[in-house]
């Protein structure tokens, strides 16, 4: 049976003749049928998947050098463009709508040899933390099906977790990418704001959306960004800094300067457990003869609001165009006036999660409030900025929780919207300040479910990051 650990050693067995990637294509989409309770996938690409692996196996015999991403089999969630296949951010609003270019992204994957198996379910245009928005039903967790797979990332987070692709790409606004590889026991890393072109990304909100890669190994994730990362003619806000190989710097003895907010280890939402195993951690990170201090973190009450305020009203705005008219569902009712047709085609298409942002979104916009909302959330961006820069000064890395709880129940949360939200406040910050952050499992709850740390460098440091990542994965496992 076809049996995955990393893209090397996939790689070393195409070359040896163990495998073929029709093998490896044919054994996923068996998998993730025989798995179809999950919800992880909206759709399979099953014929054109393997008629690519069939071509790619024929240059592999040929004896040709092997692409990074050869044959490796890719999931995308379904806000990312695949040129002539659907896209919907798993919306009513988007049903039947067809990509009709390559995200930048998707592009490089598939230039690097990547077979792009499927489109993957998520929260409703990537609002909510639980996949429980999705106009395909809610995802479920792997490791206990009553338990949600955390979102909006969930359906990409599930496939790496139960082996239904070797990786997935996400996006991550304030944390959707690494809150549901919290809550699944896989590596989900957020770059470095620009790090990934947008280009082809459905916007949630511009000044924060980032795609992020879901991994089995750090090797795997860092090998997939130093392929999907660097400059974009068509998206102003991508870097031009050079990429690095990642995925060959991995391997580092340094005693690192690490930091901790109090303010976020002592916090109430916290589960005990969580704390109890992070601070473990702590210690055991200083017997290794590492620095890691507790610092002052006054603005952590802040975070949520903020970006519920920013990324709302950047919502409200991005999602404007999705009418009936320039893109979008269109209602059937007849005989009514162009005001009336915009109403109805908004109310049927968007569910009440989405509903509740533009509104929010369009309230801290209007006249009369833009200042006590918008403008004093962009203030307190800017002192986030100040803090982490200074923080950066003298760190080399911030560490946390990445999320307060381990993954709750199907419907726990999904009628107090506050409640969920908090539930975002370790992982806000970075996208707040565009500093890349990365979820690796470290931890096992006494309920059983995984959780993981969250750690942080600065503006694309994403070479520590994962140098960081890689040493604690190898000090606890
Ligand atoms: N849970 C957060 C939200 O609902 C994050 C979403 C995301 O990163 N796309 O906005």
Avoid: W
Wanted: glycine share 6%; proline share 3%; hydrophobic share 40%.
């Amino acid at each position: 049976m076809f049996r995955f650990s990393t893209i090397k050693d996939y790689h070393i067995a195409l070359q040896n003749g163990q495998t073929t990637c029709v093998e490896a294509v044919r054994f996923y989409i068996d998998t993730i049928k025989a798995n179809a309770s999950l919800n992880a996938f909206i759709e399979i690409y099953e014929a054109e998947a393997i008629a690519k692996a069939s071509a790619l196996d024929a240059v592999c015999k040929a004896g040709a050098i092997l692409q990074p991403l050869h044959g490796v089999i890719v999931g995308l969630k379904d806000v990312i463009c695949y040129q002539d296949h659907p896209v919907t951010a798993a919306s009513a609003m988007l049903n039947n709508f067809k990509s009709i270019y390559n995200a930048t992204a998707t592009q490089k994957l598939l230039d690097a040899g990547a077979i792009i198996i499927g489109r993957q379910n998520c929260d409703e245009f990537a609002m909510g933390s639980s996949n429980e928005n999705s106009y395909y039903g809610p995802v479920k967790n792997a490791k206990d099906q009553e338990r949600v797979s955390g979102g909006s990332s969930g359906g990409s987070a599930v496939a790496v977790q139960a082996g239904l692709c070797m990786i997935s790409l996400g996006s991550d606004t304030g944390g959707s990418v690494r809150q549901p590889a919290d809550f699944c026991g896989v590596i989900g890393i957020k770059p470095t704001y620009g790090r990934i072109s947008r280009y082809g990304l459905i916007a949630y909100a511009s000044s924060f959306d980032q795609i992020g890669i879901f991994a089995k190994t750090i090797e795997d994730a860092a090998l997939t960004l130093e392929v999907i990362a660097g400059a974009d003619d068509f998206d102003s806000t991508v870097s031009n800094k050079p990429v690095e190989k990642y995925s060959s710097l991995l391997d580092v003895q340094k005693k690192y300067r690490i930091a901790y907010f109090k303010e976020a280890l002592e916090h109430p939402s916290l589960d005990k457990e969580i704390r109890a195993q992070t601070m473990a951690l702590i210690e055991e990170l200083k017997s290794e003869g590492h620095t890691v201090d507790a610092v002052d973190f006054e603005l952590l009450d802040y975070v949520v609001p903020t970006y519920y305020v920013l990324t709302t009203a950047e919502a409200s705005s991005n999602l404007s165009r999705f009418d009936g008219v320039k893109f979008g569902h269109r209602t059937k009712t007849k005989n009514i006036d162009l005001t009336e047709m915009y109403k109805a085609s908004r109310s049927e298409g968007f569910g009440d999660e989405v509903k509740r942002r533009i509104l929010l979104g369009t309230f801290v916009l209007s006249e009369g409030y833009f200042d006590a909302y918008f403008t004093k959330a962009q203030q307190v961006r800017r002192l986030l900025k100040n803090k982490t820069d200074e923080l950066f000064a003298h760190y080399d890395a911030i560490i946390s929780p990445t999320v307060p709880s381990p993954a709750f129940k199907i419907g726990e949360k999904s009628t107090d919207p506050i409640a969920m939200f908090l539930a975002d406040i370790y992982t806000v910050y970075p996208n707040l300040v565009g500093i890349p952050a990365i979820s690796i499992p470290l931890f096992t709850h006494s309920n059983a479910m995984p959780f993981g740390l969250q750690l942080m460098t600065k503006h694309f440091s994403e070479t520590t990051l994962l140098q960081i990542a890689d040493y604690l994965l190898h000090l606890k496992h």
